[in-house]
């Protein structure tokens, strides 16, 4: 494992760790997509269907157990324990626009027409725009909490650095899967306005506030 790939996991932890210390510490989900958690433990679950089946390494495993759970737990937290803090008026992004086309792009560009390839081609085209409904819902608000800002950025900069990572294995180990690496590239891009608003706005001690 090279060290883009290492920093990246690390960075994609904290978001979850920060993003779930949000929510207990404060006993609320005000200002977080439920859609988006929704959509990020369907990623999970269908990414990791070879949990049981097709053991790698006691890191591999670890973090792939680390996902579901986290991601199960987060939609319980968002969707029943704090229901009372949740803003659904706002989260209101229609996620069949994403499942729809990436169910259909994963059928039809995979490496292989097999269950399995195809769920984990699924599970990388909606990964890349799982975030979407969260961005949709602070451009609705006009504004994002602080912590809900670092929880952007960890999970940014975790996609980012897979880029890198890519890069880096493309030149030391002749690896190259051209799915995961444009799918990596649209999800990054999506974050280029927030990454400008956080260095501008929140690292200066601001709020990040947009127009709604």
């Known amino acids: 494992m090279n060290i883009f790939r290492l920093v990246g996991d690390l960075c994609h932890l904290a978001a979850i760790i920060i993003l779930l210390l949000k929510i207990w510490k404060s006993r609320s989900v005000a200002g977080l997509s439920g859609k988006s958690q929704l959509l990020f433990g369907l990623v999970f679950v269908t990414r990791y269907l070879d949990l049981v089946t097709n053991f790698v390494s006691p890191y591999n495993t670890t973090m792939k157990i680390f ?12 969707y029943n324990k704090f229901k009372a803090t949740y803003d659904g008026n706002h989260d209101t992004f229609r996620m069949e626009f994403l499942l729809i086309p990436c169910a259909l792009l994963a059928v039809v560009v995979n490496h292989e027409f097999s269950p399995m390839e195809i769920l984990w081609t699924f599970s990388i085209y909606l990964e890349s725009v799982a975030i979407l409904p969260q961005l949709f819902m602070i451009s609705k608000t006009g504004e994002a909490e602080t912590i809900t800002s670092h929880y952007l950025f960890a999970l940014g900069s975790y996609r980012g650095l897979y880029i890198i990572n890519w890069v880096y ?8 899967d051209v799915i ?28 990040l506030e947009l127009p709604a």
């Open 67 to 78: 996902f579901i759970t986290s991601s199960v737990a987060t939609c319980y937290l968002i």
């Open 180 to 207: 995961a690496i444009v799918a990596g590239v649209v999800q990054t891009a999506l974050y280029c306005d927030f990454f400008y608003l956080y260095i501008t706005k929140v690292l200066q001690g601001k709020k």
């Open 169 to 176: 294995r493309y030149y030391y180990e002749t690896s190259f």
